[in-house]
């Protein structure tokens, strides 16, 4: 699977837990939502995008750092 269309997914969680203000908390959901329901192998993909991808949410670059 493409880094670019796990981007967008993780991007899109992030977006739908945007009701949590508490970043830290958001950050904590979506990290426990990828590592429920994507298989091992689309985290790696992910995790191997740069932190710095100008694609990847700020939630998302702090979920990099809990999966």
Request: charged share 25%.
């Amino acid at each position: 699977m493409k880094a670019e269309y796990l981007i967008k997914m993780a991007n899109q969680i992030a977006l739908n837990l945007t009701y949590e203000q508490d970043h830290e908390r958001r950050a904590d959901m979506v990290a426990g939502h990828i590592r429920k329901f994507w298989e091992p192998r689309m985290i790696e993909v992910l995790l191997a995008v740069d932190p710095a991808h100008p694609e990847l949410s700020p939630c998302v670059v702090v979920v990099l750092s809990r999966l």
